[in-house]
């Protein structure tokens, strides 16, 4: 059996910039493309949350449009949009990025997928910065990881 710091090491990961876990063009896409397909939002409602977009810009964006579509309010309206926005990121909502040939669930799923590697990331880290603290019981260790992946 190897040693734990062995197992899965990628020495590229040591060597080399690793790649950013996030994709702002399909994140404004996916925003934009919801207000052209409206009905879409239920569902990527359940595969989305504020938490799931990385440019801060963005998450107001969405916000907005949760917000708006529990009011009653025609969410989807970029001037309505850009009303419920400005505040706080001006005229952002105005110059989401267009177009995209893939579908509002293809946009979905790149953000989704993108969330789930920075939070993966980030139990890693939690996780790790704990097996580097000698003085924390392994079972302490174990406990976090067991719990992170749960």
């Known amino acids: ?3 734990i710091l062995s197992i899965g090491v990628d020495k590229r990961i040591m060597t080399e910039q690793l790649p950013q876990l996030y994709n702002h063009e399909a994140e ?3 925003l934009w493309k919801l207000t052209v397909f409206p009905y879409e939002l239920t ?3 359940q595969r989305i949350t504020a938490d799931s977009f990385h ?3 963005n998450k107001v964006v969405w916000e907005a449009m949760q917000r708006l579509n529990a009011q009653g309010k025609p969410w989807q309206d970029l001037v309505l949009l850009w009303e419920e ?3 706080k990121i001006g005229d952002y909502v105005l110059g989401l990025e267009s177009g995209g040939d893939g579908s509002v669930s293809h946009y979905a799923d790149l953000v989704a997928s993108y969330a789930t590697r920075r939070a993966l990331v980030d139990m890693s ?11 924390n019981d392994v079972q302490n ?3 976090l990881a ?3 992946v749960a």
């Open 55 to 57: 440019m801060p810009a």
């Open 141 to 143: 260790v174990v406990a």
């Open 1 to 3: 059996m190897g040693s």
């Open 43 to 45: 569902d990527i409602s």
């Open 125 to 135: 880290s939690k996780v790790a910065t704990a097996a580097y603290d000698i003085d």
């Open 85 to 87: 926005t400005k505040a």
């Open 28 to 30: 404004q896409i996916l």
């Open 146 to 148: 067991n719990e992170q």
